[in-house]
């Protein structure tokens, strides 16, 4: 269902560059393009224009009323007018050929309003933004912006060269719930977009308090429909913006989305693809934040280990880039050497150790965090997490050593991560491990034996928990003290000498 738009009058008026007469000025002049930009009140507004060349792809960014010098060619001139005198946004894009100085006027008065609703549109709880962008088929190179309804304005084009993608967010007044309609079209519209409530999936995001050590958390959704190169791709919008712990509801378009929560120090995004009448959870900065997919790797006289992604939250898209690690490789009892490394700033997080002697050995790493522009808080969870691995190596091996992290996951947690006094709580286990050397080779790791732990004076003493393995899912079960928090532990073994222990202090709290 649509809107009826007056039929813009002109579009884009194209003006004629003069040249000198006389064959040799016209051979001297280069091909280039001035593009002058007009607000919806008729004067002139400066801006900035993108042109892309129509085969090549070539991008250049201009400002408005400037002649760019360009090889010969098609161009696309995208932009968004935006215009402080009244406000307004008007996004715009043409096809002109150049092979002499050519100039052209791109006049938002041609704009026709931007409309998106829903067949049952938000009550007066929500306010909506609407955010488009238009591009070159096939790439996500544009121009575009944001702005309320009756403020955003498109100057339609039937061009199949060109794309539009848009957004229309209604958020309710406290952040507890969003719509996000998303789309892309073929040339610019001029007519009204409508999209039925019944098609839309549902996702229950929460942000937790506790690992992150971030006051304020921002969670965001940006379509991800092209693997990074369409159109739509390149919209965003958020959701909320506040301090942890808080829960957003979002009704969301099908197809595939980032699902983004990001912070001052850190960044954690799920790449999810919905269904129509779908509804599923995301839960960021979950309890027991520690190492993850990074395992020693052998390659030539060197182990080589790195500690980037020993605070990690249960998403693969993210990092806290505020580390410290301390490693140690010992081969029989004797160190080989020690190393420190942190993943601040632009600080290498990797770490090398000589191997002159076949043996086994054995790497132990301690990581806290640390980030010189912040005062962690003094109930943050996860301060400290430590692995150690046992395996062998030899000079001339090129490997990643097949042992295992453990990944814990405690259930029944509140939003601060907290378990009930004196209570018990199931924790699945997960064992982890990736190629992170592509070039090296990845045996089978595999867990034979499981022996866990837990403390409950941040790691002074240890006290035994059961295991058990229930068709090959891995779990134990911790008796919660009635104070304080909660570390864990747990041993991996594969029963051929391989082992990964890993430990997480202070992984959830008590309250």
Known sequence: MGYPFRQAAALITAVAALLPMGVAASAAASPSLKVTTLGRDGAVVATTVTLVHMSSHAQYRVASGTAKVLPSGRYAALVDIWNSRDSTDTVAATIVSVTAPKAITIDARAGVSLKVRLDDNPDAAFTQQLSGQVCVNGTGMGAGGWNRPGSFFVIP????????????????????????????????????????????????????????????????????????????????????????????????TPGTWLVRSESGIDFWWDRRTFTTGQQVTDVFNRAAWGPAQIVPAIAGKNVIFSGERMFTDWYQLGAQASVKTVSTLSLNGTTVATRTSTSWGDDNPQQSFPVATAGWYTLTSTATRYNPNVTYPADLLSPKATTSFRFYAKPGMSTIAPVLLTRFRPDGLDMSNRAAPSSTTAIPLFFDRQRWLSDLAYPTATAKTVTAWASSDDGATWQAVPVTNSSGKWSISVTNPASGYVSLRAQVADGAGNIGTTTIHRAYAIG
């Open 157 to 252: 084009n039937t061009s199949s060269e060109l794309r539009f993608a848009y957004m229309s967010t209604w958020r309710r007044w406290d952040d507890s719930e969003a719509y996000v309609v998303n789309g892309e079209a073929v040339g610019l519209p001029r007519y009204g977009i409508m999209k039925f409530r019944s098609s839309l999936a549902t996702v229950t995001a929460q942000v937790r308090k506790g690992p992150s050590g971030a006051a304020y958390n921002t969670l965001a959704v940006q379509p991800e429909q092209s693997n990074g190169v369409g159109c739509a791709d390149s919209l965003y919008t958020g959701l909320v913006n506040a301090a942890p712990p808080y829960t957003v509801k979002a009704h969301i």
